[in-house]
């Protein structure tokens, strides 16, 4: 199976506060990783796509003074949700190309469900 | 632009029954079209891919999907369920190679009855 890590698996902060995820990419190489948000009830949104020693491309409604998001080397990146409120709760996913060359196919880490009180 | 529409939010039906799940995608090149199961509280996992050639791809688990250029459709089948198939099923699409944003579907809930 697709052999991309994230953590913590799910998070629980208080309304105002930030809190900080991590997606490791293991025995491949993550040139490119997306950030995903589901919010419930909804589908997945793009949040950004971060691509090594590129700039990071936000989409509309994300910025990086509210998910900042580091990506020092080909296996790990993270993101923080700084100041959570209640809209920002979801399943954050992050998803990586080209597990085993195959660059067409983005392979998914099982997220990390954010719990905003 | 691109976009993807699956018309029905839930569907459900009996174990043992023929599933059909619609997508429809829009998109002014040849797309790379996905479909990804999301099981309660987990994340999401690859059912199967379509890049080009015989437009009938296999995934796992017996489900298959068409793709149809004229209809703008990538339609997910299974011929028999099994309760176990109860989850959200997302039709994602993507666009050239050289980038690595994809557009998912607003996805589709199936329950299973037993």
């Known amino acids: 199976g697709a052999l991309v890590y994230q953590y913590p698996r799910r998070t629980i902060c208080k309304s105002g506060t930030s809190m900080r995820m991590e997606c490791q990419a293991v025995?491949?190489?993550?040139?490119?990783v997306a950030w995903y948000r589901q919010s419930p009830q909804k589908t997945f949104e793009l949040i950004a796509l971060?691509?090594?020693?590129?700039?990071?491309?936000?989409e509309q409604n994300f910025t990086q003074e509210k998910f900042p998001i580091s990506h020092p080397n080909l296996s790990f990146s993270s993101m923080t949700v700084l100041n959570a409120y209640l809209e920002d709760r979801g399943l954050y996913l992050c998803?990586?190309?080209?597990?085993?060359?195959?660059?067409?196919?983005?392979?998914f880490g099982p997220g990390t469900r954010l719990l905003v009180l | 632009a691109q976009s993807v529409t699956q018309p029905d939010a839930r569907v459900t039906v009996s174990e043992g029954a023929s599933l059909q799940l619609r997508c429809k995608y829009s998109?002014?090149?040849?797309?790379?079209l996905f479909w990804y199961v999301q099981y309660p509280r987990q994340g999401l996992q690859l059912l199967l891919k379509?890049?080009?050639?015989?437009?009938v791809v296999q995934g796992v688990n017996g489900f298959e999907a068409e793709f149809s250029k004229s209809n703008s459709s990538f339609h997910l089948r299974k011929a028999s369920v099994h309760w176990s198939d109860s989850a959200v099923y997302f039709c994602?699409?993507?666009?050239?190679?050289?980038?690595?944003?994809?557009?998912f579907g607003t996805g589709t809930r199936l329950q299973v009855l037993p």
């Open positions: 998803g990586v190309p080209g597990l085993g060359g195959r660059q067409d196919t983005q392979y």
């Open positions: 025995g491949f190489q993550a040139t490119s």
């Open positions: 971060s691509t090594v020693n590129s700039a990071i491309k936000y």
């Open positions: 998109y002014s090149g040849t797309p790379y």
């Open positions: 379509y890049y080009s050639g015989d437009p």
């Open positions: 994602v699409l993507k666009g050239p190679s050289n980038t690595n944003k994809v557009v």
